[in-house]
């Protein structure tokens, strides 16, 4: 079993940075794949970033690519999510999730075992 705590989460003017973290339990966090997902109000969870158990490979949603950047400290069992030049579309509850077994992609939500309770970040115009 693994428990996934994000922070980082808050309010930002357009154009800011932030940065999530997400806290992960259990000594597997190494071989899981992660990715970072957001939910808007009234829209369906969508994929945002997600990489490789090592870190090696990196997939991000076309509207961030450029702005996030996704990374992991497997010694720390922290995933993390840089966010720059923020805009007002991005603002959504986040959530960090953990893929166990190796799926086929790591962009879609439903290969996904383990997700974390969510962090809002409100992006202002």
């Known amino acids: 079993q693994v428990q996934l705590v994000e922070s980082g989460g808050g309010l930002v003017q357009a154009g800011g940075s932030l940065r999530l973290s997400c806290a992960a339990s259990?000594?597997?966090?190494?071989?899981?794949?992660m990715g970072w997902f957001r939910q808007a109000p009234g829209k369906e969870r969508e994929f945002v970033a997600a990489i490789n158990w090592s870190g090696g490979n990196t997939y991000y949603t076309d509207s961030v690519k450029g702005r996030f950047t996704i990374s992991r400290d497997n010694a720390k069992k922290v995933l993390y999510l840089e966010m720059n030049s923020l805009k007002p579309e991005d603002t959504a509850v986040y959530y960090c999730?953990?893929?166990?077994?190796?799926?086929?992609?790591?962009?879609?939500?439903?290969?996904?075992?383990?997700w974390g309770q969510g962090t809002q970040i409100t992006v202002s115009s």
């Open positions: 999730a953990a893929q166990r077994t190796v799926a086929s992609t790591l962009s879609v939500a439903i290969l996904y075992d383990y």
């Open positions: 259990g000594r597997t966090f190494s071989t899981y794949g």
